[in-house]
């Protein structure tokens, strides 16, 4: 199984002077694949990099509620002449992608989605007004066509982010709210829009601002069950999607490389 963004390799070197200098070369990850044109291929130029990751600590909030990380303090600077520690954490906790086998029986683990599908143009669709109104809004299909009339189709083997603006809550209990009934509350995409996505548009991955690609409230995971087993990717906790613009930036996804691992840690890196 092969992501789409991994059907197309459009591959961007990066110069000693910190310039993408334009593609180089159009190719196949894997024998059997044929190569698509490059529509949209990512800018070739960026000026400022945006960091969309989010600090990990114990803190930091889950979606089990428990700490995604512990760091055990195994070895001191002043007693052993060097620092280092031991990290206990959960897979999907803090800034992380979902790799396609987390909601799937054979789907493909994250140290094999081929690094080029990890870079990828990025949308990020506005819905922080909505969300602003309902915490348990869903991203929907006229939120994807309100962004293709104003920017154009969305680019081939892109990212698309749903911009809830949750990220600013990430140090007060809204974040992951639980209510009396113990339901949590935030948004996140609508399964006809996921599934928009996949079958009439070409996207590597879809992104939140959230705990999940699915709103609080979903018991199902409609989203998650029928985006990650189509081999396409997932991030969640993504910050700062209100520092980039809408359209024309460059996201790298830099996922911790682990063997058989459903997801992991993501350095998130906006070219813009
Ligand atoms: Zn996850």
């Known amino acids: 199984m092969?992501?789409?963004?991994?059907?197309?390799?459009?591959?961007?070197?990066?110069?000693?002077?910190?310039?993408?200098?334009?593609?180089?070369?159009?190719?196949?990850?894997?024998?059997?694949?044929?190569?698509?044109?490059?529509?949209?291929?990512?800018?070739?130029r960026f000026t400022t990099t945006v960091d969309l990751t989010h600090t990990m600590s114990p803190e930091f909030p889950t979606f089990f509620g428990v700490a995604g990380i512990e760091l055990e303090k195994k070895f001191d600077f002043h007693k052993d002449g060097y620092n280092l520690n031991w990290w206990h954490i959960i897979e999907h906790a803090g800034t992380h992608l979902d790799a396609p086998i987390h909601f799937s029986e054979n789907g493909m683990s994250a140290e094999k989605i081929p690094a080029d599908a990890l870079v990828t143009a990025l949308a990020v669709i506005d819905v922080t007004e909505k969300a602003?109104?309902?915490?348990?809004?869903?991203?929907?299909?006229?939120?994807?066509?309100?962004?293709?009339k104003k920017h154009g189709r969305l680019p081939e083997n892109c990212c698309v982010a749903m911009h809830s603006g949750w990220?600013?809550?990430?140090?007060?209990?809204?974040?992951?709210?639980?209510?009396?009934?113990?339901?949590?509350?935030?948004?996140?995409?609508?399964?006809?829009?996921?599934?928009w996505l996949m079958k009439e548009r070409s996207v590597a991955g879809l992104a939140v601002d959230t705990l999940s690609l699915d709103h609080g409230p979903s018991k199902d995971f409609k989203v998650h069950y029928a985006w990650l087993p189509s081999g396409r990717w997932g991030l969640e906790n993504v910050a700062n999607l209100d520092k980039i613009p809408a359209a024309g930036a460059t996201l790298v996804a830099g996922l911790a490389k682990v063997k058989g691992a459903t997801g992991g840690p993501a350095r998130l890196i906006a070219l813009v």
């Open 2 to 44: 092969c992501v789409p963004g991994c059907q197309e390799t459009v591959r961007h070197a990066l110069s000693r002077r910190g310039l993408f200098k334009g593609a180089l070369a159009l190719g196949a990850v894997s024998a059997g694949i044929v190569a698509k044109p490059a529509h949209a291929r990512p800018p070739a």
């Open 132 to 148: 602003a109104q309902n915490p348990d809004y869903l991203l929907s299909r006229d939120d994807l066509a309100a962004w293709e």
């Open 167 to 195: 990220d600013r809550h990430v140090s007060d209990p809204k974040f992951a709210g639980k209510d009396a009934a113990g339901v949590l509350h935030f948004p996140g995409f609508g399964p006809d829009a996921a599934e």
